[in-house]
C-alpha cells in the first residue's frame, strides 16, 4: 500500500525499532499508502545477530549493493553540517545501484513496524515505481478509501497535496501519503492521459492475513496474502483443523512477502523440520530450518503467480524443493535478495542488501523467480484442484 513501502515484504520483516536488529529481505519497490503492507521482508529474533557479521571487502561484495560505511558516513556529514541525514543517505545508495536499498525516516519506519500485525493508517493502495520515475497504482484494496474514492489499478501518482511525486525516492512518497486518520489527502492521478484529481480521507486500515475455504472433495484452501504476525501458526492451525486424509491448496498469489519467522513456520505446517532456505550476509551463510512436527502426508498444491514475492517465494521453493508440493500456476516474481536495516544518526533508517537467500536446492531466485511444475492461468486454482485429484484428494 502505498504510504510506506509495502514493498515488500520474504520477509525478513521490519521490526518494530525498539526490539533490536532483524534482517531483511525487502522488496522495496512497492509502496504502502499509509504505512506497509506486507510486502517487505524480514526475519525477527532468530537471526538478530546476523547485523554482527564482518563486513566483505568490497572486491567480493554482492554487485549492486550499497556499502554500509558509506551511507553512514555521508549521513553523519549531513547532520553536522546541518543538513539531512537521510537525503545525504538516499543519495548514496541511490548512486550504488542497489535496486532495493532505501532510507527511511524514523516515522517511516515506526509505520512500517505497525503494518507488521496487519494493520496501517493509510488510503489502501499498492502502487509501484515506473522505469520513468513515476509511481503507478498497482492494486486498490476492495472497500478501502481510495477505491471508494474511484482509483484504479494503471493510474499515476502525479502529486500528493501539491507535492510533485515523479522522481521522488519512495520513502519520501510514504511521508507524503502518510498521516492521522481522517484527514484528507489530494491526490492528482494521470489516468489513461486524462488529469483526475481525488480528495481521499486517510483510515486506519487492516487486513486478514490468512484466510481458509473448504471446497468439495476434502479440499481446503488456504490463502496467505501476506506473511504478518501470527500468519504461521495461523497457517498451522488451518491444517491442523483441515479433514483428515483432504488435500491442501496453499494459495500464494499476489502475496508480496512478509516477516521471514512467519514464512518458515508456514512452511513448518507441512515439513518435519529440515532446511528452507539458506542465506548469505557479506558473504556468511546462514541456515533457517522448519520446526518438527509438521504434517508430512496430506497431498498439496501450492499457488503461485507474477505477485508471489520474497518470503512467499521461499516458502514455494522450500516446498518444492522438498517435494512436498506441486507448484501450480504461472513464475513467481523473482526477488531473492537480502536487507539489513542500519540505523543513522539522525534517526533514519537505511535498509540494503547485503546477499541472497537459497532455496534447499540451491537456487537462487533473484531475477528468475519460480517456475511452476504445473502451467496455470485464469482457471488456477481449478488446475489445482485437479492437480489434487491426481494426488488421491476427492471423491
Not at 224 to 246: D, K, L, Q, Y
Not at 263 to 276: E, P
Request: charged residues 20%; glycine residues 16%.
Amino acid at each position: 500500500m502505498l504510504g510506506l513501502p509495502s514493498i515488500p515484504a520474504s520477509s525478513l520483516r521490519p521490526r518494530d525499532p525498539r526490539r533490536g536488529a532483524a534482517l531483511t529481505l525487502t522488496f522495496a519497490a512497492v509502496v504502502a499508502v499509509g504505512a506497509v503492507t506486507g510486502c517487505w521482508d524480514r526475519e525477527d529474533t532468530a537471526v538478530a545477530a546476523v547485523r554482527t557479521g564482518t563486513p566483505v571487502p568490497a572486491a567480493t561484495r554482492t554487485a549492486g549493493t550499497a556499502d554500509r560505511e558509506a551511507v553512514a558516513r555521508a549521513a553523519a556529514e549531513a547532520v553536522a553540517e546541518g543538513k539531512s541525514g537521510k537525503k545525504a543517505a538516499q543519495e548514496v545508495v541511490s548512486r550504488s545501484g542497489d535496486r532495493w536499498g532505501t532510507v527511511y525516516d524514523q516515522g517511516e519506519y515506526a509505520a512500517f513496524a505497525e503494518g507488521l500485525d496487519g494493520h496501517w493508517t493509510g488510503v489502501g493502495v499498492w502502487a509501484v515505481r515506473a522505469g520513468d520515475g513515476a509511481i503507478r497504482v498497482d492494486t486498490v484494496q476492495p472497500g478501502g478509501p481510495a477505491d471508494r474514492a474511484g482509483l484504479r489499478a494503471g493510474d499515476r501518482l502525479v502529486s500528493v497535496d501539491g507535492h510533485a511525486v515523479t522522481g521522488l525516492a519512495v520513502g519520501d512518497v510514504v511521508a507524503l501519503l502518510r498521516g492521522a486518520a481522517g484527514t484528507p489527502v489530494v491526490l492528482n492521478l494521470n489516468r489513461d492521459g486524462a488529469a483526475v484529481t481525488e480528495t481521499v480521507l486517510r483510515q486506519q486500515l487492516q487486513t486478514e492475513a490468512v484466510t481458509v475455504r473448504q471446497l468439495a472433495g476434502d479440499v481446503t484452501v488456504i490463502k496467505v496474502g501476506s506473511f504478518t504476525r501470527g500468519s504461521g501458526e495461523r497457517v498451522r492451525a488451518a491444517v491442523r483443523a483441515a479433514p483428515a486424509g483432504g488435500g491442501v491448496v496453499l494459495d500464494l498469489r499476489g502475496n508480496r512477502g512478509g516477516l521471514v519467522d512467519e514464512a518458515v513456520a508456514a512452511a513448518s505446517a507441512f515439513l518435519d523440520g529440515g532446511l528452507v532456505a539458506t542465506y548469505d550476509v557479506r558473504g556468511e551463510q546462514r541456515v533457517m530450518n522448519a520446526a518438527p512436527g509438521g504434517d508430512t502426508g496430506r497431498p498439496l498444491v501450492a499457488l503461485v503467480d507474477g505477485g508471489t514475492m520474497s518470503a512467499a517465494e521461499l516458502v514455494t521453493g522450500a516446498l518444492q524443493d522438498r517435494g512436498r508440493a506441486v507448484a501450480v500456476g504461472s513464475r513467481t516474481f523473482g526477488k531473492g535478495s537480502v536487507q539489513m536495516p542500519t540505523a543513522l544518526p539522525d534517526g533514519s533508517v537505511a535498509e540494503l542488501t547485503v546477499g541472497t537467500y537459497r532455496t534447499p536446492a540451491g537456487r537462487n531466485l533473484d531475477g528468475s523467480g519460480i517456475t511452476p511444475d504445473v502451467p496455470a492461468g485464469d482457471r488456477a486454482e481449478e488446475r489445482a484442484v485437479t492437480v489434487l485429484g491426481g494426488l488421491g484428494v476427492g471423491p
